[in-house]
């Protein structure tokens, strides 16, 4: 009778742990719900951000690369190149941070309805200064964006240099 009593009672302070520890896991639950709500939240907004980052971003150095053009800064080949390059920079960004692609997977994605296509890139890098070929060669999202700036910013310094210059003989 008394193993029965102290069976019971073991039974009894299992059930309560069993219970205690249930009620912790919920409110682990709760919590964790919570914070994945903040997080996903956080997330939204870093996107969509992003989003508007990159098509600021690819306004500003299409803009670069038709200045350099009707500036005589680039040849035509480049600037077709470039051009493309450019008008699809948000959409090539975007394809490595949300799918996880290599950047010529990107590019072969974008570059589809582009008279452009992937060996002409390449050939074009290859033309380029090794500062601008070392970041192509990263083959992702922020080796793209570096070797966008670098193309472009040499050009503009270029042509700022040209026309101090200009005013400084004037």
């Given amino acids: 009778m008394f193993v029965a009593f102290g069976v019971i009672g073991l039974l009894i302070l299992f059930l309560i742990y069993l219970v205690l520890r249930t009620q912790n896991l919920q409110k682990e639950l ?33 803009a670069r690369v038709e200045s350099d053009y009707k500036s005589r800064l680039i040849e035509q080949s480049q600037y077709q190149i470039l051009h493309s390059l450019m008008r699809n ?23 589809l309805n582009e008279d452009v296509t992937l060996e002409d890139v390449r050939d074009m890098v290859k033309t380029l200064p090794s500062n601008a070929r070392m970041v192509w060669a990263k083959n992702t999202a ?15 310094t270029t042509k700022a240099n040209k026309s101090a210059a200009a005013l400084q003989e004037s």
């Fill in 89 to 111: 920079f948000s959409t090539i960004v975007m394809a490595c941070c949300e799918k996880g692609m290599s950047l010529e997977e990107s590019l072969n994605k974008a570059l």
């Fill in 30 to 62: 709760a919590l964790l719900r919570n914070s994945n709500k903040q997080t996903s939240s956080k997330v939204t907004y870093a996107y969509r951000n992003l989003v508007l980052v990159t098509d600021a971003l690819e306004k500003n150095l299409t």
């Fill in 142 to 156: 922020d080796g793209f964006i570096a070797f966008c700036q670098t193309v472009t910013a040499p050009i503009n």
